[in-house]
C-alpha cells in the first residue's frame, strides 16, 4: 500500500492517480519584466501610515485643491505590503513617485499655490522627503517587497531641480539653465532648454567641465552633520568611475545609491526625451554595475537573476513607432542608450479598437525583429495625462481587461481597481491626483470591480505568456484567443474568452491542450476536461481563463 502510494505521487505530473484524465502540474513560472504588472502610485496620495510626518501647509498659504501634501507616506505603502493587497492584485512591481527631498516653499503655477507633494521638484537627491519618512522607512518597504516577490521601482529625475521658492536657494548658473523654454520643433529645443518658467534645467550637455557642489547644499549637508560622509563617497564614486565632477555625473552617483543602499530593482526616468542619451547609457551602465553588486552582498533577497529595469518616459512615444522617437529632425532609438522598456503612450488610443484588432496589432509589432528583446509598459490612466481612456470611470471593467490582458507590461494607476475619481473639483493634472479611496472598498460595486482586478491580475502573474506570448485569434465571436511563451525548456499558455454566453459553454482548445488534459478556468475557479477538442465551463460570467 505505501509503495503503491508514492507511485502514485509520482506520476502524478502526468496521470491523476485513478483516473485517466491528464493532470499536468504547472511548474512555477518566472518573473519577466515583459509580462509584469506594475502598480504605479503617488507615495503621498496612498495610504499614511505615520501621521508624525503629515506636513501643516504654513499659514496664509493653503494649497489649492490637491496640490499639497494630504498625508500618504512610505511606511503607508509597507503596510499594504504587508497586508497582502499587492499580492491579491497580482501585481509583481511597485513604482513610486520620486521620494528625494523636494523644496520646501510653494509657487503658484497659474493653476493655484503648489508644493512639491508630488516628488519631481528635487531639493537634494541625497535625502528622502521627510514629509514622506526616512531612510529607514524606504529600507524597510523595498525589503517587504522582496520578501513578496515584488520589485522596486523608483521614479527618477535627472533632468530638473525644483523651482526657485521663497524658502529655496538657486542653483548656480554653471549647473543649470532658466531659459529659452522648451518649444519641442526639433531636438535642440527639446533638450538644450527648460521645460516651463522657473523650473531649472540641469546642464546636461557638458560632461568635460568640472562644477563646485552648489553653497546651500554644502551648508545643508553640514548642519546635517553629514558633509564629511557625503564628500567622502563623491570622491571615491569620482575616482572609481574616471567621470568629471559635472552635474550630471553628480546625480548619477545619487540616483543609484538607491541601488546601493536599498537594493532597489528598477528606475523609472522622467522627461527623458530631454536630456542625451548618452547621459542615460552612463545612468544604465553605473545602475547595472551597482544592482550585481548588491546582488551578490544580498543574495536572501533576490529571487531570480534579472538585470537591472530602465524604463523610459519620453512623452509621445508610442507602440507604432518601433523602436524610435522622431524629434523632428533626428529619430532615436532610446532602446540604444540604456532602457530596456519605454512607456507606450499609444496604449489609450488603440484601447478604443476592438479586442481582436488590438491584440493582433501589438502581436504583429512586438514579432518585428526591431522590437525583439524590447519591452513596453501599456497604461490607461496616469498622473500627468490629462486625457485618459476612462475619466468618468464609465468602462471600468474593460479598462481592466484591455490593460491586463494585452501583450506587454502592464502599469495599473492607483485606484484602478477601486474606480477612484479622476474628475475632482481641481485645476490641470491635480485632477488625476486625488486620495486613494479605500472608502468605497466597502461598497458592493466597488468589491465587484476590484475582484475582477484580482482574477485578471493574478492571473497575469501566473502566466507569462499573457504578456509576453504569442498570440492567436481562435475565435471572432465570441472573442476566443490563445497566448502561448516558450523560454528554453519553460512553456506556459492560455486561452480566453471574452463575451461568452452565462451558463454552459463549450470553448474550442485543440491548438493549445490536447484530449484528456484538466484545464482550470481563473475566473470562475471551476475545471473541465478537453474531450475531442473542447473543454465546457458552466460558470454565470461572459468570460473564461483557461489554463493548466
Given amino acids: 500500500m505505501f509503495r503503491k502510494t508514492i507511485y502514485c505521487l509520482v506520476v502524478l505530473f502526468l496521470v491523476a492517480c485513478g483516473d485517466k484524465s491528464q493532470k499536468t502540474v504547472q511548474p512555477d513560472l518566472p518573473f519577466i519584466w515583459e509580462n509584469a504588472t506594475v502598480y504605479f502610485l503617488m507615495t503621498d496620495r496612498f ?26 507616506d512610505i511606511k503607508g505603502v509597507t503596510a499594504k505590503i504587508k497586508e497582502g493587497y499587492f499580492d491579491s492584485l497580482g501585481v509583481n512591481a511597485i513604482w513610486t513617485t520620486p521620494v528625494v527631498e523636494n523644496v520646501d516653499g510653494s509657487v503658484d503655477e497659474g493653476t493655484g499655490r503648489s508644493y512639491g507633494f508630488h516628488g519631481y521638484w528635487t531639493k537634494d537627491w541625497t535625502m528622502i522627503d521627510p514629509r514622506l519618512g526616512t531612510a529607514a522607512d524606504f529600507k524597510e518597504m523595498v525589503n517587504e517587497a522582496h520578501k513578496h516577490n515584488i520589485k522596486i521601482i523608483v521614479d527618477v529625475v535627472l533632468n530638473h531641480t525644483g523651482p526657485v521658492t521663497e524658502l529655496d536657494q538657486q542653483w548656480p548658473k554653471e549647473w543649470v539653465r532658466t531659459t529659452p523654454q522648451c518649444v519641442y520643433k526639433d531636438m535642440n529645443s527639446t533638450i538644450s532648454c527648460t521645460l516651463v518658467k522657473n523650473l531649472p534645467d540641469i546642464r546636461t550637455e557638458d560632461d568635460s567641465t568640472a562644477v563646485m557642489l552648489p553653497e546651500f547644499l554644502v551648508k545643508k549637508w553640514q548642519n546635517e552633520g553629514r558633509y564629511d560622509q557625503e564628500i567622502a563617497e563623491l570622491d571615491a564614486f569620482f575616482a ?44 544604465w551602465d553605473q545602475a547595472k554595475a551597482a544592482f ?11 529571487k531570480d537573476d534579472l538585470e537591472f529595469y530602465m524604463v523610459g518616459e519620453v512623452y509621445n512615444y508610442g507602440l507604432a513607432n518601433g523602436p524610435l522617437y522622431d524629434y523632428g529632425d533626428r529619430k532615436v532609438n532610446f532602446y540604444e542608450s540604456g532602457f530596456n522598456s519605454m512607456i507606450n503612450f499609444d496604449f489609450k488610443y488603440d484601447a478604443i ?51 491586463l490582458l494585452n501583450r506587454g507590461a502592464a502599469q495599473i494607476y492607483y485606484g484602478e481597481e477601486t474606480a477612484r475619481s479622476l474628475t475632482v473639483k481641481a485645476e490641470g493634472d491635480a485632477v488625476l491626483r486625488s486620495y486613494m479611496n ?6 458592493a460595486e466597488t468589491q465587484d470591480l476590484y475582484k475582477h482586478f484580482q482574477k485578471l491580475g493574478t492571473f497575469r502573474q501566473k502566466h507569462p505568456s499573457v504578456g509576453a506570448g504569442k498570440h492567436t485569434t481562435l475565435k471572432v465571436l465570441p472573442y476566443t484567443f490563445s497566448r502561448s511563451w516558450t523560454n528554453g525548456t519553460l512553456k506556459d499558455a492560455v486561452v480566453v474568452c471574452l ?27 471551476l475545471t473541465g476536461t478537453v474531450k475531442k477538442g473542447s473543454v465546457t465551463i458552466d460558470s454565470p460570467f461572459e468570460m473564461v481563463l483557461l489554463s493548466l
Avoid at 489649492?64 to 501634501?69: A, D, L, T
Avoid at 550585481?292 to 533576490?302: G, M, P, V
Avoid at 479605500?438 to 461598497?443: A, F, P, Q
Fill in 353 to 403: 479598437m476592438s479586442y481582436s484588432s488590438m491584440h493582433e496589432k501589438y502581436d504583429s509589432i512586438l514579432s518585428t525583429p526591431g522590437m525583439q528583446g524590447k519591452w513596453l509598459l501599456n497604461y490607461l490612466s496616469s498622473h500627468d495625462d490629462g486625457a485618459p481612456f476612462d475619466p468618468k470611470r464609465e468602462k471600468t471593467f474593460e479598462s481592466a481587461n484591455r490593460l
Fill in 499 to 525: 463575451g461568452c454566453s452565462k451558463g454552459p459553454k463549450s470553448i474550442d482548445v485543440s491548438s493549445t491542450f490536447t484530449d484528456g488534459m484538466e484545464v482550470t478556468d481563473h475566473y470562475s475557479g
Fill in 240 to 283: 572609481k568611475t574616471g567621470y568629471t565632477k559635472s552635474s550630471q555625473n553628480y546625480i548619477i552617483k545619487w540616483l543609484i545609491d538607491f541601488i546601493k543602499e536599498y537594493g532597489v530593482d528598477g528606475f523609472r526616468v522622467d522627461t527623458a526625451k530631454h536630456v542625451e542619451g548618452y547621459v542615460w547609457q552612463k545612468l
Fill in 47 to 72: 495610504n499614511n501610515g505615520d501621521t508624525t510626518n503629515d506636513f501643516k501647509h504654513p499659514a496664509g498659504q493653503d494649497p489649492s485643491p490637491y496640490r499639497g501634501f494630504m498625508g500618504g
Fill in 292 to 302: 550585481e553588486e548588491h546582488k551578490k552582498n544580498n543574495t536572501a533577497s533576490f
Fill in 438 to 443: 479605500w472608502e468605497d472598498l466597502n461598497k
